[in-house]
C-alpha cells in the first residue's frame, strides 16, 4: 500500500487488489470502503476507482470528514475492507468524437482514469485554489486547469472553459464528473446545445449495492411516458449509475 499526499487535503491510496481487478471493466466504476479501525464509523464510503496498474488499483481522495481523515493516517500494512467493483462505466470514447472530459473537486479521480484510455482529448479540472491542484496547466497538451481564485490556470468554474473547447471542436462529446452544481450547470449546457454527454454522479450513499436507497436521483420525466411507482420515478447511482447520460436524471 501507498498512502500520498498529492495536494491541500488531497490524497492518493494505491493498493493491491486483485480479485476487484478481475471484475474490473472500466472507468466510472467506484468501490466502496469500510475503514475497520473503530465502531465510530460503520458505514461504508464510495471511492472512484482513478487508475489500475497490474494487480494494484489506485483512488484519489478529498480528507472531508470521518472516514477520508482515517484514510490519511493509513500507512503500508494497514488493512481496509474494499467491496468492488461497483456501479456502469463511461462508454463511447472511441467513437471517433472528440472527447472533452470534465472534473471538479475529486470529480478528477473518474476522469484522470478515462484520459488514460481515451487517446485525444480534452480534461478540464476545476479547483478553488492553486493549492488543489497536482497537474499543470498545460493548454498545448490539452490539460486546462481553473480555479475560483484565479492562483493557476483559468479563473472561474469549469464552465467558461469548457463551452470554448467544445465551440473549437467539430464533434464534441462531454464526460463529467464533480459536485451537483457543476454537474447541473454541465447538463444544460450540454441539453441546450444538444451534445452527447454522460454524467458521473457522486451522490451520498451508505451501502453501494441498492439496499439503502439512499442515492436515489430522479429519471427525466418523459412526455408520454407515466410513470407512478417509486421505482418507475428513481434510479439508484449505485446500481443503475453512477454514469448517467444527461438526458437521463434531472437534479432536484
Ligand atoms: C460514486 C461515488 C464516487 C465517489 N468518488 C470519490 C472519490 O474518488 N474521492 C473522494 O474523495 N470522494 C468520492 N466520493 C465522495 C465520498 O464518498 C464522500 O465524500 C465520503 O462521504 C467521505 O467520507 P467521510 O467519512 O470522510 O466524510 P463524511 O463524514 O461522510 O462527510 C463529510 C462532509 O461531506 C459531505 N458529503 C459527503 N459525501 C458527500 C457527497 N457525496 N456529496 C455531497 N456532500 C457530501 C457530508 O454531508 C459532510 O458534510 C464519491 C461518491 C460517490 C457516490
Known sequence: M??????????????????IIEEYFGAGQFISILVCDTWEHPLRRPMSIA?????????????V???TKSLAKMHP??????????????????????????????????????HKMVKTSTIIIGARTSEEHFLSHSPQEGI??????????IRGTVIPTLESQVMSKQNPKIFACGPEPMLKAVQSFALENQ?????????????????????AIKKTEKEGIMRQTYHEKYDLVCV??????AEEVTFD
Open 65 to 67: 470528514g470521518a472516514v
Open 51 to 63: 487508475d489500475v496498474k497490474g494487480d494494484c488499483i489506485s483512488i484519489i481522495y478529498k480528507t
Open 144 to 153: 486546462f486547469l481553473t480555479t475560483d481564485d484565479g492562483s493557476i490556470g
Open 195 to 215: 451534445i452527447p454527454t454522460q454524467l458521473s454522479v457522486e451522490s451520498y450513499m451508505a451501502c453501494g449495492i441498492g439496499i439503502c436507497q439512499g442515492c
Open 77 to 114: 500494512g494497514d488493512s481496509i475492507n474494499v467491496l468492488g467493483p461497483l456501479g456502469n462505466t463511461f462508454t463511447g470514447w472511441e467513437d471517433g468524437r472528440d472527447s472533452i472530459l470534465v472534473g471538479g473537486g475529486v470529480g478528477l479521480a473518474p476522469m484522470l482514469n478515462l
Open 240 to 245: 443503475n449509475g453512477p454514469v448517467f447520460s
Open 2 to 19: 501507498a498512502n500520498v499526499q498529492l495536494a491541500k487535503n488531497l490524497w492518493s491510496m494505491k493498493f493491491k487488489a486483485p480479485e
